[in-house]
């Protein structure tokens, strides 16, 4: 199905790659001197001279820019006459695009010079950049700005679209008590008790993590239903408790290793009943509809290098598949690509005896 | 010719912009963690678990770094077993690319953050990351390593491959007497007395500029065959002075505005006589034979705003004949593609009266 390139080819997309940076912070200057907009308002082409004329940028950065942004194919040019291609369309409003491009400026850019660094350390070297924590976990309510708002709207844009599809899969069942295992800021188990009048909660995670979420709760006022529960899930010595009809793992399992992995899923194993279900939710790199999509989360991969914690990263869905089934469980449902959003869905439980 | 994008593919595109930072580090990763010369040395494929068993890289490292650059085309993967592909080859052999990785890596990475604000300042405000200087000339001998490598390896590689088809064009009519006009370090010159035992030559440039200029001629004893002028081309009141057979301006113009190239030709023609030969030797990021220059060149233009000097550029070819015509000049030839170099010679004269 791939052409086999030729060498001019190769070569030119060698250097697509060696000078990615650069005009990654073109198409940043393009968009933020007002440029990029004003060409898209003039759907139907726009001279350059009309460009200089109108905005506040110099003659320079416009034609300079605007070069860039030819080769981009950001804009297409003829006779002077400027207009937005499909590509500097997306840039300008597409949502995965801005939210991503902010991401990677805000956030990410200065700390991916430390990533080499990153990998043989095995620890975030680029968050340095942003403040002085072990991970971005303890450091993410006190972001110095614009990072902080690039940083939950990189999260907001691709956590919360799977919420209504995932809600009606895990409710089929009418499940009594539902384990948010990593509940984080407790927004699913808010869904959950939005959803579902009957349901009851118990969200585990660290301690740090659970005040928050605590606090959050006792905003919604919905301690009644809510409860919460300490647990470091490296240590193999604490045990998640019995009783749960659903375990739900959101986005969670991503911030651990293979090994780490297994543990943790060997412990909901232990406290699952042959009627608890497990629910994986997770954006598997390679269980994507469209490669713009399966781009972004590696890209997001490199970030829990550079940034989050170091050492996790988003997985193929055959690699989970097999830490499940090595943790005793076993994968009886897989719910593909909801809707909009980037994610699936592994319903699982434990392993009859044979 | 160019065939319409998909939306589909169009987003795809514009991922490929918002992320190419971090998709660059995870290439200079490959390569710092010895991962891509060890897949480079096995033309006929190697598995994943023996990359991880043999190199220092952790499993987590080799993985991702592998996703990330089966993504970009560096690797193909089939059945864990990786091989280059030829994108791979040029980024591990390839000089142009190895040259543009480290200068984009080394010196203009950190320092690409400021683009938006060098256009708005007209500075180059990336310089900081590497000292404190108004212009990255004044610099030069002083860079942190690696960025001073990295500089000089890039500065070398797109400027002396031009030298030997240079000479030959310029003493098709046997100068006696030749101007280097921002003559830099001598290279030039130097060339050209290697070149022809006969010629002298004056240099013409900044005072800072001669200092090591003259340095070099000492040492290379040619003190007797070189003099020196020191002339500050932006100020109008300092002429070029008359006589020269050939006045010879070699990546020079590249380093100002259009307003100020027309000032200095003009100087240069009244420094002309009916006889004298006005070359100039530009790299034309239009006039290239392959794509890949193209998009390095425009890339340069971007590191002249964020590094060196804030309003430089490399211009097209017929904006830079609209100046000769401007300034009183003509341009009598065009010498494209001088062999593998990526410059244009530009042969002018003075126009005559009609």
Redesign the interface.
């Known amino acids: 199905m791939k052409r086999?390139?030729s060498?001019?080819e190769?070569?030119?997309?060698?250097?697509?790659?060696?000078?990615?940076?650069?005009?990654?912070?073109?198409?940043?200057?393009l968009r933020?001197?007002g440029i990029l907009q004003f060409i898209g308002d003039h759907r139907k082409g726009v001279s350059i001279d009309t460009i200089v004329e109108k905005l506040e940028?110099?003659e320079?950065?416009v034609?300079?820019?605007l070069?860039?942004a030819e080769?981009?194919?950001?804009v297409e040019m003829e006779e002077g006459i400027v207009r937005i291609?499909?590509?500097g369309?997306?840039?300008l409003k597409?949502e995965?695009?801005r939210v991503?491009?902010n991401f990677?400026?805000d956030v990410?850019?200065?700390g991916?010079?430390n990533?080499?660094e990153s990998?043989?350390n095995?620890k975030p070297e680029g968050l340095k950049t942003l403040g002085d924590w072990p991970t971005i976990y303890q450091g993410l309510s006190i972001l110095p700005e614009p990072a902080k708002t690039s940083w939950f709207e990189f999260d907001h844009y691709y956590s919360d679209n799977a919420f209504p599809d995932a809600l009606k899969i895990v409710f089929r069942k009418n499940p009594k008590l539902l384990f948010d295992i990593g509940g984080n800021t407790g927004k699913w188990s808010f869904a959950c008790c939005d959803h579902d009048p009957n349901v009851r909660i118990k969200i585990l995670d660290l301690p740090v993590q659970l005040k928050v979420a605590k606090a959050n709760a006792t905003e919604k006022k919905l301690l009644d239903r809510i409860d919460f529960h300490a647990i470091d899930l490296l240590d193999t010595a604490q045990k998640i408790p019995q009783g749960a009809d659903v375990i739900w793992m959101s986005q969670f399992l991503d911030c651990f290793?293979k090994e780490q992995i297994v543990q943790i899923l060997e412990n909901a194993c232990q406290a699952a009943s042959e009627n608890t279900t497990i629910f994986i939710l997770e954006p598997f790199?390679d269980n994507q509809n469209?490669?713009?999509a399966?781009?972004?989360l590696?890209?997001t991969?490199?970030?829990f290098?550079?940034m989050a914690n170091g050492?996790s990263?988003m997985y193929r869905i055959g690699v989970m598949k097999e830490l499940v089934e090595k943790a005793g469980l076993e994968v009886i449902e897989t719910y593909p690509l909801i809707g909009d959003s980037y994610h699936t869905i592994l319903e699982c439980r434990k392993r009859r005896q044979a």
């Open positions: 086999e390139l060498a001019v190769a070569k030119y997309e060698a250097q697509k790659i060696a000078f990615g940076p650069m005009y990654f912070q073109s198409v940043i200057a933020d001197l940028a110099s320079y950065s034609h300079l820019l070069e860039a080769i981009l194919g950001v291609s499909k590509v369309f997306f840039l597409d995965m695009t991503n491009m990677m400026n990410c850019y200065l991916a010079k990533m080499t990998f043989v095995g290793s790199f469209y490669p713009a399966h781009y972004s590696v890209a991969s490199l970030y290098t550079i050492n990263k």
